[in-house]
């Protein structure tokens, strides 16, 4: 095992790689965090789902496999889709939820078709884009990983220096509007950093799965605290963790895709703090429980004492 994690990090095309996945996953859970405490987590599958047909056009218009040019084309394609989830529900009577399930099927059937065509066609041997459903971070080059922490830092500096504003819009947006803050701005702000986050992310973790890097660190953070700063550090802490596991993980065989074992390693740290965390955890509650019960036992027990000894000298 030491062996093996010092070899993982004596390469430096994989340092460079865990690094950068190490940094997606710290930016992803911090951003994550406010999208899992407005209640929007649909929203980050669908975005990721949108983002396979934005990833083909720019590589059909291209023909170049360019981290840089996926990123664009995955934010346009993102944008798009919360625009169509926007105009559903204003224009109709179908809610959000639904809405967003309808324009991830969509968008995701449009990419597979897109995906299935360039496969087909005579560049598709070389493009690779088969790699972005379920993620290969051992396919990525310095390029990619550079245009990755860039990304994951981005994240980390915008949560921090809007941190009182986007923990205004997420527990109480009518407070901050009453307060004069441009509640639609920092929320459509909030949308594009989550945007950018499944955007960077898809080459690493996949479309398919990307999602619930943003999701599910900030799920296991909330069992450990009830304080924002102190989630978003576990949030990140996770996502970090999470991050450098599949990155590492996947580097033992061609066939081992990253996002899979990402998202193994984030479910197993949130089982973890399903279970352990203090206080929220439900070993813990187990205990308090059993606790009550014995304090109740003693309680009802003196209880009878007291009264059979007041009887007795009665």
Known sequence: MLDWLISLWSDPNTRWI????TLLGLGSGVIGSFTFLRRESLLGDTLAHAALPGVCIAFMLHEVKSASLFLIGALVAGIAAVFCVSAITRWTKIKSDAAMGIVLTFFFGVGTVMLTHIQHSGSGSQSGLDKYLFGQAAAMVTSDVYILMGVSVLLVVAAMLLFKEFKLISFDPGFARGIGLPVGLLEHAMLILTTVAVAAGIQAVGVVLVAALLITPAAAARYWTDRLPVMLAYAG???ALSGAS???????GEGIPTGPVTVLAA??????SLLLAPGRGLLSKALRHR???????RSAE???LNAAEGGSQK
């Not at 865990?18 to 996945?21: D, E, K």
């Not at 479910?267 to 973890?272: E, G």
Request: proline letters at 0%; charged letters at 10%.
């Open 302 to 304: 003196r209880s009878a």
């Open 267 to 272: 479910t197993l740290l949130f089982v973890l």
């Open 246 to 252: 599949g990155a590492a993980i996947s580097t033992l």
């Open 18 to 21: 865990l690094m950068g996945c």
């Open 237 to 239: 802490l996770f996502g």
């Open 291 to 297: 606790n009550l019960k014995a304090d109740y036992a």
